[in-house]
């Protein structure tokens, strides 16, 4: 290597062609572990959907499960509160729904199950979150959703359920499903505390539904403050 101008060394054509050898190496090096991480990353990827998919997907219904739930009420709360709207909840049972896997057998319950499925995700808006909560029981949650609304869309379900004609293998059944609702009005969003009192006060409203016969629906109001609502101030359908 010799100096130049200013004592700066420069290259002979050995030094040059060795560092030349030494970049294309290094570079294939660095382009051999980057597709390595890149592999790695998408097995990772799909493993993670993988879990996901285990972890938040009813196997019997394709449905999302109650595990999803969790989110997804947090996230509808925030959007409630972001958008200063009330948010409302279904609680749906199947009834007399045991009767179906002792008179048949729990292929043709699950069978049904799905089926039920299937019509309640016809009925549900895109921005609704359907889940089969377990056994029998499927929540719908109903973003932008008021009393109103919320007492439509249960009507409509109970409707459509009991218009359907289950095909039970050599023979045919019909159901009907117990639906509690509750609302919690856009005034009190703000200031609510826990977002599955939503939930469970939709859940005590399908059993007071139950009470009163197959296929009813009964609504009670959701405060919002971690309290259940006193009998005074249970609205009936």
Same mark, same amino acid.
């Given at each position: 290597?010799?100096?130049?101008?200013?004592?700066?060394?420069?290259?002979?054509?050995?030094?040059?062609?060795?560092?030349? %050898?030494? @970049? !294309? #190496? &290094?570079? /294939?090096?660095?382009? =051999?572990?980057?597709? %390595?991480? @890149? !592999? #790695? &990353?998408? /097995?990772?990827?799909? =493993?993670?959907?993988?879990?996901?998919?285990?972890?938040?997907?009813?196997?019997?219904?394709?449905?999302?499960?109650?595990?999803?739930?969790?989110?997804?009420?947090?996230?509808?709360?925030?959007?409630?509160?972001?958008?200063?709207?009330?948010?409302?909840?279904?609680?749906?049972?199947?009834?007399?729904?045991?009767?179906?896997?002792?008179?048949?057998?729990?292929?043709?319950?699950?069978?049904?199950?799905?089926?039920?499925?299937?019509?309640?995700?016809?009925?549900?808006?895109?921005?609704?979150?359907?889940?089969?909560?377990?056994?029998?029981?499927?929540?719908?949650?109903?973003?932008?959703?008021?009393?109103?609304?919320?007492?439509?869309?249960?009507?409509?379900?109970?409707?459509?359920?009991?218009?359907?004609?289950?095909?039970?293998?050599?023979?045919?059944?019909?159901?009907?499903?117990?639906?509690?609702?509750?609302?919690?009005?856009?005034?009190?969003?703000?200031?609510?505390?826990?977002?599955?009192?939503?939930?469970?006060?939709?859940?005590?409203?399908?059993?007071?539904?139950?009470?009163?016969?197959?296929?009813?629906?009964?609504?009670?109001?959701?405060?919002?403050?971690?309290?259940?609502?006193?009998?005074?101030?249970?609205?009936?359908?």
């Amino acid at each position: 290597m010799d100096d130049g101008e200013g004592g700066r060394a420069e290259l002979n054509f050995d030094e040059k062609s060795f560092l030349f %050898e030494w @970049l !294309v #190496e &290094n570079n /294939k090096t660095l382009t =051999r572990k980057n597709k %390595e991480l @890149l !592999v #790695e &990353n998408l /097995k990772l990827r799909s =493993r993670t959907d993988e879990l996901e998919k285990i972890n938040f997907v009813d196997p019997t219904t394709g449905l999302h499960n109650r595990w999803y739930l969790q989110p997804r009420l947090e996230e509808e709360f925030s959007r409630a509160r972001r958008a200063g709207v009330s948010l409302s909840c279904l609680f749906i049972d199947i009834d007399h729904f045991q009767a179906v896997n002792d008179q048949t057998n729990h292929f043709i319950g699950d069978k049904v199950l799905r089926d039920t499925a299937n019509l309640l995700r016809g009925l549900c808006r895109r921005e609704d979150v359907l889940v089969r909560f377990g056994a029998d029981e499927f929540v719908i949650l109903l973003g932008n959703a008021g009393q109103r609304a919320a007492k439509t869309a249960a009507e409509r379900i109970r409707g459509r359920i009991e218009a359907h004609s289950f095909n039970c293998g050599e023979k045919e059944i019909t159901l009907s499903v117990s639906i509690g609702v509750s609302t919690l009005k856009k005034e009190h969003v703000s200031a609510a505390k826990d977002p599955w009192e939503l939930v469970w006060t939709a859940d005590g409203a399908m059993h007071l539904a139950k009470q009163k016969g197959p296929g009813q629906i009964h609504r009670l109001d959701c405060n919002g403050q971690g309290q259940k609502p006193a009998e005074s101030e249970r609205a009936a359908s």
